[in-house]
């Protein structure tokens, strides 16, 4: 099994920085497909950003290129969102998810989730 962990949500004002880190642990691979997806109340979740550990590349949802990053450490066992010029139409619970199998995209199905992080942008 494999448990997800978000950190690094929190308040910051339109043109600031965060970013959330997924802390993962069990049965993961360098192959997997992480991503990153958001959900305000009354909205359907949305996928962010996801990195294809098999292909090393990355996909973005329209409304995030060029400011948002997602990428991973050297040892494969965290994951990061870098959100830079932020906007208060970011705010948002953002939750990381890994696909272990099939395609990797913001649409795909993802098997694990984390509990998910708040990100208010003011």
Request: glycine share 14%; hydrophobic share 30%; proline share 2%.
């Amino acid at each position: 099994d494999v448990q997800l962990v978000e950190s690094g949500g929190g308040s910051v004002q339109a043109g600031g920085s965060l970013r959330l880190s997924c802390a993962a642990s069990g049965h993961i691979t360098s192959s997997d497909c992480m991503g990153w997806f958001r959900q305000t109340p009354g909205k359907e979740r949305e996928g962010v950003a996801v990195m294809d550990g098999a292909m090393g590349t990355t996909t973005y949802a329209d409304s995030v290129k060029g400011r948002f990053t997602i990428a991973e450490d050297n040892v494969g066992n965290t994951f990061y969102l870098q959100m830079n010029s932020l906007e208060p139409e970011d705010t948002a619970m953002y939750y990381c998810a890994v696909r272990s199998r099939g395609g990797c995209n913001l649409k795909a199905y993802f098997e694990y989730w984390g509990q998910g992080t708040q990100v208010t942008v003011s």
